[in-house]
């Protein structure tokens, strides 16, 4: 995975499990919902959606149908998703052993298992990690398109 991918990711669980943390208290439940992050002028960042979730603990907050839209010049940028996940707020680490997909640009890195380390700022995907370029010539600069041999157009 990309460092920009594996920032990408560990943003992305970063502001899921606070977003939530600042709304759930122990036994504490939401219901689909849409936490939306702006930055100091009032910029949307990211928003994070869900089906659920549920402060299990009080260390733990499981999250169901999880989407992160993160936004750049008021278009999604990164797109992130997974049916489930478990954060654990004193150590810090998001994980799950269900799936989870990135799509940015012309780039979709899917897998399954995957941990977040918010501490260390690194994102894993431990099973089944795939990523998918497309218009790889397109994104490429001019002088290295021209050594590939092509102006960017398909193979």
Known sequence: MTRGAARTGAVMLAVAALAA???????????GFRIPDYD????????????????VSPDLIELQNVKVEFYRGGEVETRITSPHCVYHRRTGVAQSTSTVRIVRGGAVI????????????????????????????????????AAAGGTGGGP
């Open 21 to 31: 943390l600042g709304q759930l208290q122990p036994g504490g439940r939401m219901e």
């Open 40 to 55: 100091d002028d009032g910029t949307l960042r990211s928003q994070l959606f869900g089906d659920h979730a549920a402060m």
């Open 110 to 145: 899917t897998g399954h298992h995957y941990r977040y380390d918010h501490r260390q700022q690194r994102f894993m995907i431990l099973t089944n990690a795939r990523v998918v370029l497309r218009d790889v010539r397109r994104s490429l600069p001019a002088d290295l398109r």
